[in-house]
């Protein structure tokens, strides 16, 4: 007799899952080679940046006080005393009526306080002496970039777990960060379980089909910045299954394998988790595609039994897989970005157990539209490659038509959310 299962809710089994997430080691790198990684630490400014009044400008900087009456018939004179580019440090002491000629960058001058652009200057000899007149007055902080006008020391720059993009980048570099602390890749140990697999490069012969999930799991596991240790495609036989992921276990931070978590004669994955000693999270989820998703846990170690039907196993990763990686990342935000988004096709199918619709979401006019694409079956690989969104159907709906509003889960957006 086969066992029979008692599916759980989605949102009561992400939870069972995330009580074993936690975050992960840290480890430290050079600046040039933290993009893509997240950062193990809170970042604060250490100094204001900018660090001293400069000039957003090519211009004359002069004390703002002294062309109070500058006016189109009555031009106000500056002597322009000495010339500072970006890097360089005025020498000169400004008197009333003296101006410095200062290039984009470079620090104001003690006493100046306002900038003229060049464009609005007009500037002549005399005598041997350069000067330049004005035919309008300025403020005191006309044209001048303040210091700290970006940031304020103490501030917060960075959070830990923020994914290291080229503009985070820029700012660790512009506060002196020559080394980071980012979270190290945690190690995901894979196995595609299937006596019917063959590897890509094989033939296809009677009954045997070609081993996507590996591939795609490897993929996913990149998309979300771990580490994925491939160990191989396993027959469907219980000792050889249960030696090989005993024997790797060690060696990874967590393990997925697909396929053999249903009920049939050759799904040994429930006989090896008992064999294994780890405790069973849940074996059934109220969710389609994905139901017969299946998680397990040794000391604390996660182990994955995702479907061996293509869609189901990417659904299953992205709900449970990701926002533990993530958490291991030092994300607050595990989870797959949520949002709304107007249904553009109706969707009849009753939805006895919650749905993920894999979907092309889209924006036109500030609105954001949801397409399903493909066939919404757990053995369809061909939605997998057009969708960059689930669109999200709760259990004990009916079907839902063109125009509905509905929740949309974003596959490719590097923001999380909370929940
Ligand atoms: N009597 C029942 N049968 C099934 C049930 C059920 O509740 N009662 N659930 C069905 C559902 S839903 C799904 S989903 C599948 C899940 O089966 P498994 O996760 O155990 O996976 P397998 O049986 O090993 O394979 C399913 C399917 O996927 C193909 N496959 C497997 N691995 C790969 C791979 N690496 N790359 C590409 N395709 C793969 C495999 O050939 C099968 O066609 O069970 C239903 N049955
Ligand atoms: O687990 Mo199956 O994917 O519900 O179709």
């Known amino acids: ?3 029979k299962r008692t599916p759980i809710p989605v949102m009561e089994a992400i939870q069972k899952v995330m009580q074993f ?21 809170d970042l604060r400014a250490d100094h204001d940046v900018p660090p001293f009044d400069r000039s957003p400008y090519d211009g004359f900087a002069i004390r703002a006080a002294d062309s109070a009456a500058a006016s189109l018939d009555h031009p106000v004179e500056f002597e322009v005393i000495e010339t500072i580019g970006a890097g360089q440090v005025a020498e000169k002491e400004v008197a009333p009526f003296q101006a410095v000629r200062i290039m984009t960058g470079a620090q104001i001058p003690n006493g100046c306080d306002a900038v003229v652009m060049f464009e609005v200057a007009n500037e002549y000899e005399r005598n041997g002496k350069t000067y330049m007149s004005i035919k309008r007055p300025f403020r005191p902080g006309d044209n001048i970039s303040f210091q700290g ?5 103490g501030e917060m720059l960075v959070p830990k777990g923020t994914f290291i993009n080229p503009g985070v980048q820029a700012l ?54 771990a580490l994925p240790v491939y160990f191989g495609k396993l027959m469907d036989d219980a000792d050889r299954c249960f030696a090989a992921i005993e024997n790797v276990l060690d060696e990874v931070d967590l393990l997925i394998t697909t396929g053999g978590v249903s009920v049939g004669d050759y799904d040994y994955l429930p006989v090896i988790y008992e064999r294994l000693g780890a405790e069973v999270l849940f074996n059934k989820v109220a969710m389609r595609p994905g139901s017969v998703t299946t998680v397990a ?3 604390g170690k996660l182990l994955f039994g995702l479907s061996g039907n293509p869609s189901a196993c990417y659904v299953g990763f992205e709900l449970f897989v990701r926002p533990v990686i993530r958490t291991m990342l030092y994300s607050a935000k595990p989870y797959l970005y949520k949002t709304t988004a107007t249904l553009l096709a109706d969707f009849p199918k009753p939805n006895p157990f919650t749905r993920f619709v894999r979907s092309y979401v889209h924006a036109k006019e500030g609105r954001l539209y949801v397409t399903p694409v493909g066939m919404d079956k757990s053995n369809i690989v061909t939605s997998l490659a057009k969708a960059n969104a689930f669109m999200v159907l709760p259990g004990g709906t009916r079907g839902f038509s063109k125009g509905d509003a509905v929740e949309i889960w974003l596959l490719e957006n590097e923001e999380g959310s909370e929940q």
């Open 172 to 225: 660790l570099a512009t506060f002196g960060y020559a080394n980071v602390h980012v979270a190290k890749k945690p190690k995901v140990g894979i196995f595609a379980t299937g006596s019917e697999l063959l590897d890509v490069s094989e033939p296809l012969v009677p009954g045997k089909i070609r081993n996507s999930n590996a591939y795609m799991i490897q993929a996913q596991v990149y998309r979300i910045g």
């Open 1 to 3: 007799m086969v066992e």
């Open 297 to 299: 846990q040794k000391e």
């Open 149 to 153: 006008e970006d940031t304020k020391k």
């Open 21 to 41: 997430a936690k975050s992960g080691k840290k480890e430290i790198v050079a600046l040039e080679e933290a993009y893509g990684r997240y950062l193990a630490e």
